[in-house]
């Protein structure tokens, strides 16, 4: 092991990944006990601590449309709505 290596980790903020789950009981509120955990975790998260990739919007998208029929523009205006969250 390299000592140096891990020295720069410990100022690291831990980061979480959302999950396209998280991210469509917070977007659709639909489940009584996860959606208010979506929301408490989205909106209460500290800046910097959560991380969505490209690969999740996708999913969240695409779930959105073909499974819940939600319109593109709604889409749209869902997707920028969980972008606009500090976390």
Known sequence: NNPSANTWAPS???RAILDA?????????DDPKQSPEAVELIEHAPDG???LSAIILAEVTW???SHFGVP???ISASIQRVLAQPA
Do not use: F, G, I, S
């Open 72 to 74: 593109r523009d709604q």
């Open 12 to 14: 690291m903020p831990r």
């Open 63 to 65: 779930t959105l449309k």
């Open 21 to 29: 789950n998280v991210v469509l009981r917070y977007l659709l509120a």
């Open 49 to 51: 601590t959560l991380y």
